[in-house]
């Protein structure tokens, strides 16, 4: 045996093992995304008790209202985010012979495919964040400085 088909033998072994270490980030970005999703739906329910005091008593504030419901929202879009990093990762990695049958709009053949569909879901995460900032609107300069960046 040469030491190319020895080097060829461990890189194989590599890979094969680096598809299970790959699974298990993937499986726990899944987890995470849904422990977000959860997340954002505590923040919704806390929102509730606000709504209706202000429905019945018109007491609070209005921009209190929007910002539990703009966190939750982006609470979901980013478990979204997380969700399709994970089922982009089981795809590219570890479902090798495609036995999984995903939506269209989830279908992921390469890295390129999954970076575009992160780098559409992160500006829409961004401009949430950018919208609850505005909606918080405490500092004015800040919120130029955070808008720079």
């Known amino acids: 045996m040469s030491n190319r088909d020895v080097l060829t033998s461990i890189n194989k072994g590599f890979v094969n093992a680096g598809r299970y270490f790959v699974a ?8 995470a ?6 997340a954002g739906v505590w923040e919704f329910v806390n929102g ?16 209190e209202l929007s910002v539990h419901f703009i966190s939750a929202i982006d609470l979901f879009m980013v478990a979204v985010v ?12 570890v479902d090798k012979d495609q036995s999984i049958s995903y939506p269209h709009w ?5 890295l390129s495919d999954l970076k575009e569909k992160l780098i559409a879901a992160a500006v829409v995460v961004i401009v949430i964040t ?7 609107w405490e500092n004015p300069l800040e919120t130029l400085y955070f808008a720079a960046l």
């Open 82 to 93: 997380m969700f399709v990093l994970g089922i982009g990762l089981f795809e590219l990695f």
């Open 24 to 31: 298990v980030a993937s499986i726990l970005t899944i987890l």
């Open 130 to 136: 950018f919208l609850k900032h505005i909606v918080m």
């Open 33 to 38: 995304s849904g422990f977000l999703i959860f």
């Open 106 to 110: 989830l279908k992921i053949k390469d």
């Open 48 to 63: 509730i008790p606000e709504i209706l005091d202000f429905l019945f008593h018109r007491e609070g504030h209005r921009v």
